[in-house]
């Protein structure tokens, strides 16, 4: 068992030091093999049988080692990454008088049915983690790649930035860039850096992994075995003799994949294990005493809360009511945040941001926005909380929208950035700053000598970097003067963005959400609210609204019109108010609006400043409640200020062609034609020009006597002598049938009359 052992650690520590498999791993097998056959062939056959007796539990064991187990969910974020990073770190201070002993064993997990959604991690936290395993901050402790099932897409990457690899028979590893739409230069740089400084994997096998466009050979020459492409072949076939024929690894066109037993057959890994207690005894380690880190949800139990126009407190409040409820009646631990605004309130905004920043702990909850179509001005502040971001090719983040941050504001906004958000998702602070900050200046920087590193930054966070002379300043992305708004794929390019989605289903199916029953759907209030917000609905309540309300002046009496009215203005107002653009001021300008309309038609006739200040009213009530500010101070406000106005002109218009109708053919229609008086005949009228005609009253009409007819209020009929005329009370005070009255005033055809003093 020592042989065995020694035999073992023999073989590792020649690997460790730097002999890559690609160029002397075969003369280093055969001397060890020349020496220790026996040794080399049983433990050869332990490892590939699954070990013969893994039950022993200690008969390789060393019990001076620590082992930790680190799961990680794939897709690996960037979060999760870091999520890695620092439980290694706190387990590397947990441990600093012990730290040769330590070995981090990460189990790269992938669900069952998500395996297109796994394979989807990002390049750049994938990226970060292979650079953190391959520096000198895990100098001297053992890490260890565990594929139980399958690992694909840039996972990759930080399987082959481990020391050792283990992979269960029949699992799958490989198909770097198998979510990649294109390979690019730094991808293959990054592959190529961890391939050489690691030296686990061959560096040609790396490349083949992440580009299926490579054919990837495999070549015995007399001292080694060689992982090469077609063109480097050619080269070595120049220097050294080979034995026999190449064969292909991986072909051109075809993505590249190994089992665990072609894994093992081509060298490529330490062993193939059964299950972790087999990988615990071929790592010599205890398994009662490894330990697991778990800060990973293994099955998502989902809710979809949705942030649809004008931020607001009632709907950040009832956003945080629905995460709070789903938590704790259903245990969920993934919320999508879906997001259709153009933001309204910075404060309520970053109330919610830092709620889904700071309150919901990443270990125990997943956060995605998802971006259907914008996410504008501080709407942008509760994307950039969460995890992740998705959207759709054509969606907006950032940029100016319904509400304009002030200095205090930005100041607030800067500060939960910094401390909160950045620290959440690994990113810098500037770049989601900047979606919403005017005054923020924005820099491409990119580490010297790495051009896959490119990062977001303002020149203040730049100097506050402590290798900051490691970074070089390139592109200008923003200047200063108006927040930065990227559509989709500058999201993607930037790193905000995760993904791009052509619809929800597509994006459940790549969480793996299409048959999860806890998923939330809008209640039927939601739907009839956005509804009812439509501009294509508020036309139309205000056409029919307006168009009730004419007909019950012309019809006092009958109520249907006023009551029709008033049930299309509530809704109008009533989904305003709730979509957060309408308040009391809105409904309060409308009602005083309609009373100096009312006011002007039947107690003071005319067209003076009742009937001109009450219809500018309710046009001023109708435009505030269909956005959330007065006057507009940024481009997306005046297009807003055009869309309102638009509204109120189609009603207008559609007003007038229903009240043409009206007065065409409802009066001909049976059953309706009660409703509204039909139209005077040409007889009828020629009739009432002739009388009106007769009537000839002037000043010196003021002063007769008269008895009234009707009873004023304020208008009515009066007889003076042979003649009974129209009739206006003076005061406004009704006046009853049969009283004396006098004229006192005549103004063109009205008659103004007050009760004769006995």
Same mark, same amino acid.
């Given at each position: 068992?020592?042989?065995?052992?020694?035999?073992?650690?023999?073989?590792?520590?020649?690997?460790?030091?730097?002999?890559?498999?690609?160029?002397?791993?075969?003369?280093?097998?055969?001397?060890?093999?020349?020496?220790?056959?026996?040794?080399?062939?049983?433990?050869?056959?332990?490892?590939?049988?699954?070990?013969?007796?893994?039950?022993?539990?200690?008969?390789?064991?060393?019990?001076? %080692?620590?082992?930790?187990?680190?799961?990680?969910?794939?897709?690996?974020?960037?979060?999760?990454?870091?999520?890695?990073?620092?439980?290694?770190?706190?387990?590397?201070?947990?441990?600093?008088?012990?730290?040769?002993?330590?070995?981090?064993?990460?189990?790269?997990?992938?669900?069952?049915?998500? #395996?297109?959604?796994?394979?989807?991690?990002?390049?750049?936290?994938?990226?970060?983690?292979?650079?953190?395993?391959?520096?000198?901050?895990? =100098?001297?402790?053992?890490?260890?790649?565990?594929?139980?099932?399958?690992?694909?897409?840039?996972?990759?990457?930080?399987?082959?930035?481990?020391?050792?690899?283990?992979?269960?028979?029949? /699992?799958?590893?490989? !198909?770097?860039?198998?979510?990649?739409?294109?390979?690019?230069?730094?991808?293959?740089?990054?592959?190529?850096?961890?391939?050489?400084?690691?030296?686990?994997?061959?560096?040609?096998?790396?490349?083949? %992994?992440?580009?299926? =466009?490579? $054919?990837?050979?495999?070549?015995?020459?007399?001292?080694?075995?060689?992982?090469?492409?077609?063109?480097?072949?050619?080269?070595?076939?120049?220097?050294?003799?080979?034995?026999?024929?190449?064969?292909?690894?991986?072909?051109?066109?075809?993505?590249?994949?190994?089992?665990?037993?072609?894994?093992?057959?081509?060298?490529?890994?330490?062993?193939?294990?059964?299950?972790?207690?087999?990988?615990?005894?071929?790592?010599?380690?205890?398994?009662?005493?490894?330990?697991?880190?778990?800060?990973? /949800?293994?099955?998502?139990?989902?809710?979809?809360?949705?942030?649809?126009?004008?931020?607001?407190?009632?709907?950040?409040?009832?956003?945080?009511?629905?995460?709070?409820?789903?938590?704790?009646?259903?245990?969920?631990?993934?919320?999508?945040?879906?997001?259709?605004?153009? +933001?309204?309130?910075?404060?309520?905004?970053?109330?919610?941001?830092?709620?889904?920043?700071?309150?919901?702990?990443?270990?125990?909850?997943? $956060?995605? !926005?998802?971006?259907?179509?914008?996410?504008?001005?501080?709407?942008?502040?509760?994307?950039?909380?969460?995890?992740?971001?998705?959207?759709?090719?054509?969606?907006?983040?950032?940029?100016?929208?319904?509400?304009?941050?002030?200095?205090?504001?930005?100041?607030?906004?800067?500060?939960?950035?910094?401390?909160?958000?950045?620290?959440?998702?690994?990113?810098?602070?500037?770049?989601?700053?900047?979606?919403?900050?005017?005054?923020?200046?924005?820099?491409?920087?990119?580490?010297?000598?790495?051009?896959?590193?490119?990062?977001?930054?303002?020149?203040?966070?730049?100097?506050?970097?402590?290798?900051?002379?490691?970074?070089?300043?390139?592109?200008?992305?923003? #200047?200063?003067?108006?927040?930065?708004?990227?559509?989709?794929?500058?999201?993607? #390019?930037?790193?905000?963005?995760?993904?791009?989605?052509?619809?929800?289903?597509?994006?459940?199916?790549?969480?793996?959400?299409?048959?999860?029953?806890?998923?939330?759907?809008?209640?039927?209030?939601? $739907?009839?609210?956005?509804?009812?917000?439509?501009?294509?609905?508020?036309?139309?309540?205000?056409?029919?609204?307006?168009? /009730?309300?004419?007909?019950?002046?012309?019809?006092?009496?009958?109520?249907?019109? +006023?009551?029709?009215?008033?049930?299309?203005?509530?809704?109008?107002?009533?989904?305003?108010?709730?979509?957060?653009?309408?308040?009391?001021?809105?409904?309060?300008?409308?009602?005083?609006?309609?009373?100096?309309?009312?006011?002007?038609?039947?107690?003071?006739?005319?067209?003076?400043?009742?009937?001109? +200040?009450?219809?500018?009213?309710?046009?001023?009530?109708?435009?505030?409640?269909?956005?959330?500010?007065?006057?507009?101070?940024?481009?997306?406000?005046?297009?807003?200020?055009?869309?309102?106005?638009?509204?109120?002109?189609? /009603?207008?218009?559609?007003?007038?062609?229903?009240?043409?109708?009206?007065?065409?053919?409802?009066?001909?229609?049976?059953?309706?034609?009660?409703?509204?008086?039909?139209?005077?005949?040409?007889?009828?009228?020629?009739?009432?020009?002739?009388?009106?005609?007769?009537?000839?009253?002037?000043?010196?009409?003021?002063?007769?006597?008269?008895?009234?007819?009707?009873?004023?209020?304020? =208008?009515?009929?009066?007889?003076?002598?042979?003649?009974?005329?129209?009739?206006?009370?003076?005061?406004?005070?009704?006046?009853?049938?049969?009283?004396?009255?006098?004229?006192?005033?005549?103004?063109?055809?009205?008659?103004?009359?007050?009760?004769?003093?006995?």
């Amino acid at each position: 068992m020592r042989q065995r052992l020694a035999a073992l650690l023999a073989f590792t520590w020649l690997v460790g030091i730097g002999a890559p498999r690609q160029a002397g791993f075969a003369q280093i097998s055969a001397s060890i093999t020349a020496t220790f056959p026996a040794i080399l062939f049983a433990k050869d056959q332990s490892h590939d049988a699954g070990l013969s007796n893994p039950g022993e539990d200690g008969e390789n064991a060393n019990p001076g %080692m620590i082992g930790r187990l680190i799961p990680i969910q794939l897709p690996i974020t960037g979060p999760s990454g870091a999520r890695v990073k620092q439980v290694m770190l706190r387990l590397i201070d947990n441990f600093k008088g012990q730290k040769d002993k330590l070995v981090f064993i990460l189990r790269f997990d992938t669900n069952k049915g998500e #395996e297109a959604y796994a394979a989807r991690s990002e390049f750049g936290a994938c990226y970060d983690l292979a650079d953190f395993l391959t520096s000198e901050s895990l =100098s001297g402790i053992k890490t260890v790649a565990y594929i139980p099932y399958r690992a694909e897409g840039h996972a990759v990457l930080v399987v082959i930035a481990c020391q050792e690899i283990y992979m269960a028979p029949d /699992a799958e590893w490989g !198909a770097a860039g198998a979510a990649e739409r294109r390979i690019t230069p730094p991808m293959q740089s990054a592959y190529r850096h961890i391939a050489e400084r690691r030296r686990s994997i061959p560096v040609a096998v790396a490349l083949g %992994m992440l580009d299926p =466009s490579r $054919t990837v050979l495999q070549v015995e020459t007399d001292t080694e075995r060689l992982f090469v492409t077609p063109e480097e072949l050619e080269q070595i076939r120049k220097t050294r003799t080979l034995r026999g024929t190449p064969s292909v690894v991986f072909p051109a066109g075809q993505v590249a994949r190994l089992t665990g037993r072609e894994s093992r057959a081509l060298d490529l890994i330490s062993s193939t294990v059964a299950d972790t207690r087999e990988l615990y005894a071929a790592l010599g380690l205890r398994a009662n005493l490894v330990q697991e880190e778990r800060f990973v /949800a293994d099955h998502w139990r989902a809710v979809q809360v949705l942030i649809e126009g004008p931020i607001t407190p009632a709907s950040v409040e009832r956003a945080q009511r629905l995460i709070e409820e789903a938590r704790q009646r259903k245990d969920a631990n993934f919320v999508c945040v879906r997001i259709d605004s153009a +933001g309204g309130s910075p404060r309520d905004a970053l109330k919610l941001a830092s709620y889904l920043a700071a309150d919901l702990d990443p270990e125990k909850v997943r $956060t995605v !926005a998802y971006i259907p179509s914008r996410a504008l001005a501080d709407a942008a502040l509760i994307a950039v909380a969460c995890d992740q971001i998705i959207m759709a090719p054509g969606a907006l983040l950032g940029g100016e929208g319904n509400a304009v941050p002030t200095e205090d504001d930005l100041l607030q906004i800067r500060r939960v950035v910094q401390e909160v958000i950045a620290k959440r998702t690994n990113r810098t602070w500037s770049l989601p700053l900047s979606l919403v900050d005017p005054n923020i200046e924005l820099f491409q920087y990119v580490r010297k000598g790495m051009p896959n590193s490119a990062e977001f930054m303002s020149e203040e966070e730049w100097a506050q970097l402590p290798d900051k002379n490691e970074w070089e300043r390139k592109n200008l992305v923003k #200047e200063k003067g108006k927040p930065l708004q990227v559509d989709g794929a500058k999201a993607v #390019e930037y790193g905000l963005c995760r993904d791009l989605v052509e619809s929800f289903a597509e994006f459940k199916g790549l969480y793996g959400l299409e048959n999860d029953p806890a998923l939330l759907e809008p209640t039927w209030v939601d $739907t009839l609210l956005r509804a009812l917000s439509s501009p294509y609905v508020a036309v139309l309540l205000l056409i029919i609204g307006g168009v /009730a309300l004419l007909v019950e002046v012309q019809t006092p009496g009958i109520g249907i019109g +006023g009551f029709l009215a008033a049930v299309c203005f509530v809704l109008f107002f009533w989904s305003r108010f709730l979509g957060g653009t309408a308040g009391w001021l809105e409904v309060l300008l409308f009602l005083l609006g309609a009373c100096c309309l009312l006011l002007e038609i039947f107690v003071l006739p005319g067209f003076g400043i009742f009937g001109l +200040g009450g219809g500018l009213l309710i046009v001023a009530s109708l435009v505030l409640a269909s956005q959330t500010f007065i006057v507009p101070q940024n481009s997306y406000q005046w297009l807003q200020l055009q869309k309102s106005l638009l509204i109120l002109l189609f /009603a207008a218009i559609g007003i007038g062609v229903v009240l043409g109708f009206i007065n065409r053919w409802l009066p001909k229609t049976p059953g309706l034609k009660h409703l509204m008086l039909a139209p005077p005949s040409e007889n009828e009228a020629e009739d009432m020009l002739r009388r009106r005609s007769l009537l000839d009253i002037d000043e010196s009409f003021v002063g007769q006597q008269g008895v009234a007819v009707t009873k004023l209020l304020p =208008s009515g009929k009066a007889r003076f002598g042979q003649r009974t005329l129209d009739v206006i009370s003076q005061d406004g005070d009704p006046i009853d049938p049969g009283t004396p009255v006098v004229v006192t005033e005549v103004r063109g055809n009205r008659i103004y009359v007050r009760p004769q003093m006995s």
